[in-house]
């Protein structure tokens, strides 16, 4: 179990390193941080300091340290764009794609995990098969399409739901919350569908497959000719079983909430690092991209972990290193 | 229950066309209908040159009095109909869709080809050679994995945009594009090419050729390949739809196909500012078109994994 | 006079599909009287199974009912709904499954798995299932039934999982168990415990049991009465004794005089007279064009010695922290130049890893193999061993899988040929063509591929294959032991026709004591990794030397009272 643990611990770790790899390669490669520091007026002397300065005159490895050494304290620069450093930029846009990925992923598991168990039970029904219709539509239509369509529908057309923006917000310490306000949760409520709306549609035909296979294996057919209720066999036997693999792409799918809140913070102006990453993108702000890309990468990592501890919780297989076999 | 199969001998033709794929395939109306729209979408983004009404990047063409006519209707100043409308500059939108669809195709099939054949020898050599060759390629595909294809696209993206000069942008943006959606592609492949290979290795087939000291390579190509490919298939149609998706999103987003080349995408990014003013043909055709596209592949590639799914059958 | 339990009458189950209405079973009538046995044999594709899935209701669309009626102690049971016959499911009839590994939920403890059932059944409280549970699982056998209650099926071995399963499909005390092919996933000794676990139970509990197997001699040692399906029919019914020694119909005889003794030896087993299925072999045309070389000096073509394998169990990065599993512990044999040496021994025994190693399909971590005078052990490269593997040939035990799906068959046999650049151009072809035609297949059959053949017809594909480099020296690994019977007796023979007319040397891997009488010359006995005991086949039957080879001869079913109609002419 330790050991267990430990190493998926250290595996997280080195895929840490390695995305603090590509990040770093990005300021050395991309662009020339001397050139984006310096403006038009310098002399080969300021140069020189500047390099000192910032370490790069210094081999590889050393510079890769520090950039890990500044990483981890929270220094990841300072902004080309902007001029602020990036870490304060990332804490006070934080909370906005948190809270968003957080209700939108709440949505997608919840609805999806049950959509997905009912239209497997329910293979052939007229209910489940308009349901897998539609979830079609669901992975067919691109996110920003969803939202331009809801953002049409319900502000422009029926003038409901706010088209833009967060809504306001109340500040707790250094975390701002639009939950608690009638403006901002009105306003968070089109972004949420939007971006959980595509991650539903997925965890739901996931589960559903994955169901439809576990009710094929012989242990749910020999629950079956036992006798036992179909609401017992469906939900005890079947449902457990299909859970195992369901939860590790739909760990996956969370994180990748957070990398679509991109697209969704785009269509809905949404204050979020979604935001932030595309237009460091467009203006080939490194340190705000690297940021960013070792943020998510936190992220994931975290998640991965926590899905990692729930499969031993729910697979008896993992629990006990083989022994007592035979 | 016989199992000679001693019929009269038939063309080959007429014996694909009466297997139990055909079979499943012509039953389907869905697959049938999809089939057929997807195939009617790509011929007329090929011979697009042939079919538009007008050439929309042929400003000699334009005429700017002819924007924002509405669908069907005589333009107030020219008298000029457009079927579909026309957009701010006049560019009739029916032809910027059959151009638009050229890229949005041909980028989805690009990337979605280069991320096969990366994904499928990785794949095939991670499951067949093992150890730590498979190792590294699969923690590779792990570490990808954690990032989401458009995450990684938009890097590889932001990152061609620092180091390719700043006057070959728009001219590289359509291989950046590919290379990028691509590149955030191949982990499914790998990852089902090798599952597959790891079932195959372990085959009496596979052991018979080793056995007569077939070299690794053949055995890859030769044994193994032909039969990890029908679950490929699959994935790369979903894949396509996935690829053609993803780019319209990346151009929506305005980091993919340049305003010289338009994709859907970047013509629903266009039209999104008409939205609001009232000019609701400017992003609702392409966006139609879209949706058409991806659903018709995305309906095409369930039909193909439930009849390529020999426990279904 | 007792009650009637279970009376099938005049049942058919119809699976429509697209070509064809398949029929899989065509009025069958079976009556299972309390505390009885009733055995019901037959091959592939006879639609035993099919039988036992409609009586549970467990029938996979779009397979249905089509006619007759399922009884159960008089009263009509198809056709009710799916509350009326979950009422029966589980309460009075039971099942228990072929594979003990997938039976069960891998998620919930047995104990879980019972309680949820006794309480469904019974109505008893929590406390009282868990006892009764308990009870269960030490009346089936399961030693410290107390702690491995909380256990989970992975914990538990194959034969303890299938005594589980017996212990749940007892729990709600049923009058009638279907059990289909329950021993067929185990090693013999185990099959044997639980044949004897099920006779016990069906005495004491005067519970009826429908035992689905294909093997006879679980269907000899274990039932009652028996009842024959060819074909979705059922063609003869009767007491055990009654079939098996005076069968009636000429598929019982045809199916009886199929099947391998272990008290006897045969030259050859008979043609079979029912069904046509038999084909030709041409052996005296393939024995025409054979070019037979040089015999050894030393009459030993194949030498091994102090032969060890040993696997990686649990890696770790620290050498001394690795765990290693020794498959395969310093084994010596010799096999004389045209003889059958046979290896026999249970799953884990090591033998076909033995096999691997001589076909290099595995590297060996010690000991050396000769053949024909020259030590294969040393040749690295490939062109060293090209020579060897030219020489050596293997048929494997999966038809289904032995064959490249996507290549022709005639590609499939020509790929040994052209790989040691034996033949070139046209010649190929004719090689290939005059195979198919030698092994009965005919010419034509190289145009189409694998899926197109049954299992028997792939294994002929198999041997065309390895003939065709006209090898010395064939491996073959468990070449029947996927086969039906009557299939199974068709291959033997071929391979003793090779050895006889071609003079090849066979090593003879087999779990199957009978069928290993009837192809060995001499037989080694593996356990553990280690070879226990090699002698002639004959003296081994006879006076076994060892504890080990006893044990294994005394678990073998006798098969004394199989009629030998039609043997006659063949007892060696």
């Known amino acids: 179990m330790l050991t267990y643990v430990l190493k998926r611990v250290l595996q997280s770790a080195l895929v840490l390193l390695v995305v603090g790899l590509v990040a770093f390669s990005m300021f050395q490669f991309v662009g020339d941080p001397i050139d984006n520091m310096l403006g038009q007026e310098r002399t080969d002397a300021d140069i020189a300091r500047l390099r000192t300065e910032l370490g790069l005159d210094q081999p590889f490895p050393v510079q890769y340290y520090k950039f890990l050494e500044n990483a981890v304290q929270g220094d990841f ?29 709440f949505l997608a598991i919840s609805i999806g995990i049950g959509l997905g168990v009912l239209t497997a039970i329910r293979k052939d029904g007229f209910l489940a098969n308009a349901i897998m219709s539609l979830s079609l539509i669901g992975v067919s239509l691109p996110t920003f399409l969803i939202g331009i369509l809801l953002i049409y529908l319900f502000s422009v057309e029926l003038g409901w739901l706010p088209a833009f923006g967060r809504g306001d917000v109340v500040h ?40 439809l296979e576990v009710l094929r294996q012989d242990y749910v057919r020999f629950a079956r000719a036992r006798g036992l209720k179909d609401r017992t066999v469906n939900f005890r036997h079947a449902l457990k079983n299909t859970l195992v693999p369901v939860i590790t792409v739909t760990g996956l799918q969370l994180g990748s909430i957070i990398a679509f809140a991109i697209i969704t913070e785009t269509v809905f102006q949404w204050p979020g690092v979604g935001l932030l990453f595309i237009n460091a993108v467009q203006f080939v702000d490194i340190p705000v991209m690297a940021a960013y890309l070792m943020l998510i990468s936190v992220m994931f990592v975290g998640i991965n972990l926590i899905v990692d501890l729930l499969y031993f919780a729910i697979d008896p297989r993992l629990r006990t290193d083989g022994k007592g076999a035979h | 229950m016989s199992d000679q199969s001693s019929t009269a001998p038939q063309s080959r033709l007429a014996k694909a066309l009466d297997s139990d794929f055909v079979y499943s395939f012509r039953r389907s109306p869905v697959a049938v209908v999809s089939f057929i729209v997807v195939m009617l979408l790509v011929l007329s983004a090929v011979f697009a040159p042939l079919i538009a009404p007008h050439d929309p990047f042929d400003p000699g063409s334009l005429d700017l009095m002819n924007g924002f006519t509405a669908p069907m209707a005589p333009n107030d100043f020219t008298g000029d109909v457009f079927w579909l409308g026309t957009d701010d500059q006049g560019r009739d939108v029916f032809s910027t869709i059959l151009y638009g669809m050229r890229v949005s195709l041909f980028v989805g099939l690009a990337a979605v080809s280069f991320a096969m054949v990366l994904g499928i020898t990785l794949g095939l050599v991670a499951g067949y050679v093992g150890g730590w060759v498979e190792t590294l390629i699969m923690r590779a595909a792990d570490v990808q994995l954690t990032f989401p294809s458009i995450l990684v696209a938009m890097l590889i993206f932001g990152i061609a945009k620092g180091v390719i000069p700043i006057q070959h942008h728009d001219q590289m943006a ?140 | 006079m007792t009650e009637t339990l279970l009376d099938i009458e005049d049942l058919s189950v119809h699976f429509p599909t697209r070509r064809k209405l398949f029929v899989a079973v065509n009025k ?43 009884s159960f102690k008089g009263e009509h049971i198809n056709g009710r709904d799916a509350d009326g016959m979950r009422a029966l499911r589980g309460a009075k009839i039971s099942m228990i499954f072929q594979d003990p590994l997938t039976s069960l939920n891998p998620l919930l403890t047995v104990g879980q798995q019972l309680v949820e059932t006794i309480q469904f059944h019974l109505k008893l409280s929590d406390a009282d299932s868990k006892k009764r549970a308990i009870e269960l699982l030490d009346r089936v056998g399961i030693p410290m039934p107390d702690e491995r209650i909380n256990q989970y099926p992975h914990q538990f071995s194959g034969g303890m999982r299938q005594r589980v399963v017996i212990a749940l499909a007892l729990c709600s005390e049923p009058d009638v168990i279907i059990a289909d092919e329950p021993t067929t996933a185990l090693d013999v000794s185990i099959q044997a415990q639980i044949l004897e676990l099920i006779k016990e139970l069906a005495r004491e509990r005067q ?30 019914s009767g007491t055990t004794e009654q079939v098996l020694g005076a069968p009636a119909h000429e598929y019982t005889k045809s199916l009886i005089a199929a099947v391998p003794r272990p008290t006897l030896k045969v030259h050859r087993f008979p043609q079979l007279s029912y069904g046509g299925r038999q084909i030709a072999f041409h052996i005296d045309d393939l024995a025409r064009n054979w070019d037979r070389p040089e015999p050894t000096k030393s ?33 010596s044999f010799d096999i004389r130049e045209g003889e059958v040496f046979g290896i026999v021994g249970e799953s884990g025994s090591g033998k076909s890893t033995v096999a691997r190693m001589i076909a290099t399909l595995y590297q060996t971590n010690g000991g050396k193999i000769f053949f024909d005078e020259d030590e294969i052990t040393q040749l690295k490269t490939a062109k060293d061993l090209e020579s060897y593997r030219r020489q050596i040939q293997m048929i494997f035990q999966d038809p289904f899988s032995s064959l490249n799906p996507r290549m022709r068959v005639d590609e499939i046999i020509a ?29 034509e059959a190289g145009r189409k591929y694998p899926h197109e053949f049954s299992g028997g017809q792939r294994q002929r594909i198999s041997i065309a294959r390895a003939l065709a480099t006209q090898p010395r020296f064939l491996i073959c690994d468990e070449p029947t032991s996927a086969l039906d019977v009557s299939i199974q007796a068709q291959i033997l023979n071929i391979l003793k026709d090779l050895q006889e007319h071609l003079g090849l040397t066979m090593l003879f891997i087999s779990h199957d004591l009978p069928v290993v009488r009837q192809m060995c010359d001499r037989v080694g006995v593996m356990r553990q990794g280690q070879m226990v005991e090699v002698a002639d086949t004959e003296t081994l039957f006879a006076s076994p030397k060892e504890a080990y080879t006893r044990e294994l001869l005394s678990l073998m079913p006798k098969l004394e009272g199989l009629s030998t109609e039609g043997l006659e002419d063949e007892i060696v």
């Open chain 1, 77 to 105: 620069g300072v902004s080309y764009r902007q001029g602020r450093p990036v870490a304060e930029i990332l804490v006070e846009r934080a909370p906005a794609t948190l809270e968003l990925a957080a209700v939108s992923g």
């Open chain 3, 415 to 443: 790929e040994p040929v052209k790989h040691h650049k034996l033949l070139e151009g046209d010649a190929i072809q004719h090689r290939v063509d005059e195979l198919l035609e030698r092994v009965g297949l005919g010419s």
């Open chain 1, 172 to 211: 707790i310490g250094w975390w701002s919350t639009g939950l608690l306000t009638g403006s901002g949760l009105k306003a968070i409520i089109l972004p949420a569908i939007t971006l959980g709306l595509y991650q539903m549609t997925l965890i739901m035909r996931l589960v559903r497959s994955e169901m």
């Open chain 3, 207 to 236: 519970t009826g049991v429908v035992l689905i197997t294909h093997d006879m001699g679980v269907i000899a040692d274990t039932t009652d009465k028996v009842t024959v399906m060819y074909q979705g029919e059922v063609v003869e």
């Open chain 3, 299 to 331: 009459g030993t073509l194949l030498k091994v010695d102090g032969l060890t394998k040993t696997f990686l169990q649990s890696g770790s990065l620290i050498p001394s922290r690795r765990k290693y599993f020794t498959a395969v512990d310093k084994v």
């Open chain 3, 28 to 70: 069958a009538n079976l009556a299972v009287e309390p505390g009885e046995i009733h055995g019901l044999v037959g091959e592939s594709g006879a639609g035993k199974s099919t039988i036992g899935a409609a009586v549970m209701g467990l029938l996979e669309r779009p397979g249905h009912i089509a006619e007759g009626t399922v």
């Open chain 2, 174 to 313: 359509i291989w950046v594009l590919i290379i990028a959606i691509g590149l955030s592609d191949w982990v499914q492949f790998a990852r089902v090419v090798r599952g597959a290979t790891l079932v195959e290795k372990d085959k009496e087939y596979v052991q018979a050729a080793r056995m007569m000291g077939r070299g690794r390579g053949i055995i890859m190509l030769r044994h193994i390949l032909p039969n990890v490919l029908s679950p490929v298939l699959v994935i790369a149609t979903i894949s396509l739809a996935l690829a053609i998706i993803a780019e319209a999103t990346l151009s929506f987003l305005g980091v993919g196909a340049p305003p010289t080349q338009p994709s859907l995408g970047t013509l629903i990014r266009i039209g999104q500012d008409f939205l609001f003013s009232g000019e609701w043909w400017i992003i609702l055709f392409p966006s139609a078109t879209l949706l058409a596209l991806a659903l018709s592949v995305n309906l095409l590639g369930d039909w193909l994994r439930d009849a390529l799914n020999p426990r279904l059958q």
